[in-house]
């Protein structure tokens, strides 16, 4: 997103369950960046199917992630509570 600033983190969920399917999660080094993001995103359509933008109250998202998925251990599958981390290439 170089139109709306520098990102600072992006995660991906990899988890299927209903609440995290689909999550994206982007940190702009300034916050106005991530209001220009959001603007711009709102109303539009993904593979026909609506992006819902909306800020995140979390700053720290290590705490909301699976440890054990990054040890290849979480018993939880895609199903887990915690954000399964997809590897970006």
Do not use: W
């Amino acid at each position: 997103c170089p139109q709306h600033g520098e990102i600072e983190n992006l995660n991906v969920c990899d988890n299927i369950a209903d609440h995290l399917v689909g999550n994206v999660y982007i940190k702009f080094r300034e916050e106005e960046s991530a209001q220009k993001a959001l603007n711009a995103l709102q109303g539009r359509f993904y593979d026909a199917r609506p992006i819902v933008v909306e800020f995140s109250p979390v700053t720290d998202f290590r705490e909301s992630t699976c440890r054990q998925y990054e040890e290849n251990t979480c018993n939880r599958g895609g199903y887990c509570n915690f954000m399964h981390i997809k590897p970006i290439s």
